[in-house]
Nanobody, 122 residues
């Protein structure tokens, strides 16, 4: 049973930081691409970042480049998204997902977590 569980979301002030976790079971993260996506109210789901866990190759959407860092701990079968300098525009439900293809497009991601809410507000 392939499962992804996000955690670490919450309420943070602008300029603050959060670290999201994506814990995987039923497969090995090191053999997959893990992506982070987000969906804000009234907006389409957008790709934020991905990591090809086998070699650590990463990619970021322009909107988060320089502020977010994706990483993995293969021993824990977990992928993280460190979010710094958070802005109100980052408010969304954040999802992690697994794919065999390295892309920020959502279509190739066949396994999704339930999401964790990130709210950036003063």
């Amino acid at each position: 049973q392939i499962q992804l569980v996000e955690s670490g979301g919450g309420l943070v002030q602008p300029g603050g930081s959060l670290r999201l976790s994506c814990a995987a079971s039923g497969f090995t993260v090191a053999n997959r691409v893990i992506g982070w996506f987000r969906q804000a109210p009234g907006k389409e789901r957008e790709g934020v970042s991905f990591i090809r866990s086998s070699d650590g190759y990463t990619y970021y959407a322009n909107s988060v480049k320089g502020r977010f860092t994706i990483s993995r701990d293969n021993a824990k079968n977990t992928v993280y998204l460190q979010m710094n300098s958070l802005k109100p525009e980052d408010t969304a439900v954040y999802y992690c997902a697994a794919s065999l293809v390295a892309t920020l497009r959502s279509a190739p991601y066949s396994n999704w977590g339930q999401g964790t809410q990130v709210t950036v507000s003063s």
